[in-house]
């Protein structure tokens, strides 16, 4: 089981210093932009009363390099704070992930100027250094094209999930790596523990609000040995006090909820411009039907709409209609009542344990089948390496293709994989 104890914080402020000068990612020597004069400075004592009253961990970070990835908001912020707290020598990094052409008129939340300058603004704050790496080459090849191929088939990606998986947990993993560094922390809300036989275990977050472990369900023994997630055991309220009691710029900013590289409501004209001259199958008009082939309507293209979707679909009908499956080859968008969207059976592939074990035999378990979403019980077949029959039990609303399915036993994440097919009526032929 688990290691849960841990030694209460006595946690010392730290000393600070002047502002620092730090390389921006071409190299040159760039000036981070002045703190307002009124954010508050806390002394030793008053610094070491606060953070006593948060399980941040002991202090064992004496000697030690950290790279902290910063996204300009305050999860971050407060995590290289903690960090820094329990005597990391704390190194802050930006990722600069997606450039959007001027056109788009979208400017990115997580990756824009801003963003960079807010990161840069709570290390100067805190007195660590800071750099920023473009990694847009990285973010393209791994979450960008897959986020396109995905929704070109008429399945549901997950970026965010896919950008853990390709950018922050390999690439960004192994340029840590080469700084020297004996970790990577993220502002995720998630836990790692340790069991007495060395083996890590990757749990939900202390805060159900806010717990990011069912997009963390890919990392293997040898990430959750080199990461580290300060938030784990904290809620949302305690981190913005956190922030707001060290004076962090980024006490009170607003959190980004929407797909960073793509505006609100605009996925569609954005997949169909990465498409090109293979859009027009995704974006021509074309029949909706139900279950049984009947005419009910006309689709506007195909790449507006998503599994389980009600909304927008422009048909009257004695019953809502929910979208039950895409069928690209014929341009055909099938609906039907919510009743058809229920299932007992799902096929998933690209399935990986967090233990680096397959499994022999099935197992019971919970299943998420939507980010945050409600925990159902389960048995979990293991096929060929890869790939399992999922038996659910009690399973309510839509099952989409491309969504992640992730494994849980209690707190602790198992592993999981990729929705391919289910066994509901409208969905039979996804694949």
């Known amino acids: ?30 000036a981070a932009r002045p703190l307002s004069e009124a954010l508050p400075r806390l002394s030793p004592d008053q610094a070491r009363a606060l953070l006593a009253r ?30 820094r707290e329990r005597g990391y020598r704390v190194v802050g990094v930006n990722m600069r992930l997606y450039n959007p052409p001027d056109e788009q008129g979208f400017i990115n939340p997580c990756c824009s100027i801003d963003a960079m300058e807010d990161a840069r603004a709570t290390c100067q704050r805190i007195d660590v250094p800071f750099y920023a790496m473009n990694m847009a080459k990285e973010f393209e090849a791994g979450v ?19 950008c853990n998986r390709y950018v922050k947990f390999r690439h960004l993993i192994d340029k840590a790596r080469m700084l020297g560094a004996a970790g990577l922390a ?9 069991d007495e036989d060395g083996g890590y275990h990757l749990l939900r977050a202390v805060d159900e609000r806010k717990d990011q472990s069912y997009v963390l369900h890919t990392l293997d023994q040898k990430q ?29 900013k607003p959190e980004s909820q929407d797909i960073c590289f793509v505006a609100k409501g605009e996925h569609a004209g954005f997949v169909a411009r990465r498409l090109g001259d293979e859009a027009e199958r995704m974006t021509t008009p074309g029949p909706i039907v139900d279950g049984a082939g009947n005419v009910l309507g006309q689709h506007r293209g ?50 990986s344990f967090t233990s680096g074990d397959w499994p022999e035999t099935p197992f019971d378990c919970q299943i998420v089948v939507r980010y945050r979403g409600t925990a159902y019980p389960a048995t979990v ?5 890869g790939s399992v029959v999922v038996h659910a039990t ?24 990729t929705i391919r097919a289910t066994d509901a009526p409208g969905l039979s032929a996804a694949s």
């Open 144 to 162: 960008i094209d897959r986020f396109v191929r995905e929704y070109a088939s008429g399945r549901t990606p997950n970026p965010c999930l896919e």
């Open 186 to 194: 993220t502002g995720h809300y998630a836990r790692i523990e340790r």
């Open 302 to 351: 195909l790449l507006h709409y998503t599994v389980g979707q009600r909304r927008g679909l422009g048909i009257a009908a004695r019953e809502p209609l929910f979208v039950l499956r895409l069928d690209p080859r014929r341009n055909l968008l099938v609906v039907g009542p919510r009743s058809e969207l229920a299932t007992s059976r799902i096929v998933a592939d690209g399935v």
């Open 381 to 385: 077949a293991p096929g060929a390496p």
């Open 54 to 83: 948060y399980d941040v961990g002991p202090i064992d970070g004496e000697g030690q390099t950290i790279v902290v990835a910063m996204s300009g908001g305050v999860d971050s912020a407060v995590t290289a704070l903690v960090l």
């Open 224 to 252: 959750l040995a080199y990461l580290l997630f300060p938030l784990g055991r904290l809620r949302k309220t305690e981190v913005r006090e956190l922030a707001r009691g060290f004076g962090l710029p980024v006490a009170d």
């Open 1 to 30: 089981m688990p290691t849960t104890d841990r030694p209460a914080p006595s946690i010392p402020l730290m000393p600070t210093g002047a502002p620092i000068v730090v390389p921006s990612a071409a190299g040159a020597a760039c």
């Open 394 to 417: 009690g399973l309510a609303g839509a099952v989409a293709p491309g969504q992640a399915i992730v494994f849980y036993r209690g707190d602790e994440v198992l592993g999981g994989g």
